[in-house]
């Protein structure tokens, strides 16, 4: 199993840059494919970026393509989503998601969540 811990979210003009971490425990880490999501009110959990067990491959939606940056640190334990050019669309809870086995968009597919960080863009 595996335990995640969402930090970095916060309040940004539109432009601007925030750095998301996700913190996860368990001794099995380095085995779970990555992603992670976003949910704004009122709409349904969208797919922002998956990450694989050894960081080779990474996927993004065509919506943060471009701007946003996942990364991940085995050694550490930790998951990054490095977010530029940040737009008020952004704005949204993310949430940092772990999956055995081949990563995808389908949040469903995903047995692990943490309790999210929220992202505020504002205009």
């Known amino acids: 199993q595996v335990q995640l811990v969402e930090s970095g979210g916060g309040l940004v003009q539109a432009g601007g840059s925030l750095r998301l971490s996700c913190a996860a425990s368990?001794?099995?880490?380095?085995?779970?494919?990555m992603g992670w999501f976003r949910q704004a009110p009122g709409k349904e959990r969208e797919f922002v970026a998956t990450?694989?067990?050894?960081?080779?491959?990474?996927d993004y939606s065509e919506s943060v393509k471009g701007r946003f940056t996942i990364s991940r640190d085995n050694g550490k334990k930790m998951v990054y989503l490095q977010m530029n050019s940040l737009r008020p669309e952004d704005t949204a809870a993310y949430y940092c998601a772990a999956k055995k086995g081949a990563a995808g968009p389908t949040p469903e597919l995903y047995g692990y969540w943490g309790q999210g960080t929220q992202v505020t863009v504002s205009s």
């Open positions: 368990g001794s099995t880490f380095s085995s779970y494919d």
């Open positions: 990450i694989s067990w050894g960081g080779v491959n990474k």
